[in-house]
Nanobody, 118 residues
Framework: QVQLVESGGGLVQPGGSLRLSCLFS????????MSWYRQVPGKERELVAA????????NYADSVKGRFTISRDNAKSTVFLQMNSLKPEDTAVYYC???????????WGQGTQVTVAS
């Protein structure tokens, strides 16, 4: 079955950068739209960025536009989230999500904590 494993989270100072990775396995990666979400305690999970299976369409939440970049490497079955100019309000657990482009099926990773603090 599909498995997603996030990595790259941690503690960073405001203004710093982190690069999250999500390794996909169990199916054909190029047949999935990939997204990054984040969630803080007491709030709903929110979409941060999404990229279609070919990388042809990318969307970002307004709060991260110009600071975050989503990308994918279909040969390595990995999606990335480059996060620059981090702010304390970016603190959250970040989750990777895979959605089939044909048929039904969506999958979540276990999440990785990002903490932005001085």
């Amino acid at each position: 079955q599909v498995q997603l494993v996030e990595s790259g989270g941690g503690l960073v100072q405001p203004g710093g950068s982190l690069r999250l990775s999500c390794l996909f396995s169990g199916a054909t990666f190029s047949m999935f739209t990939m997204s990054w979400y984040r969630q803080v305690p007491g709030k709903e999970r929110e979409l941060v960025a999404a990229i279609t299976n070919t990388g042809g369409t990318i969307n970002y939440a307004d709060s991260v536009k110009g600071r975050f970049t989503i990308s994918r490497d279909n040969a390595k079955s990995t999606v990335f989230l480059q996060m620059n100019s981090l702010k304390p309000e970016d603190t959250a657990v970040y989750y990777c999500k895979a959605v089939r482009t044909i048929g039904r099926g969506s999958y979540w990773g276990q999440g990785t904590q990002v903490t932005v603090a001085s």
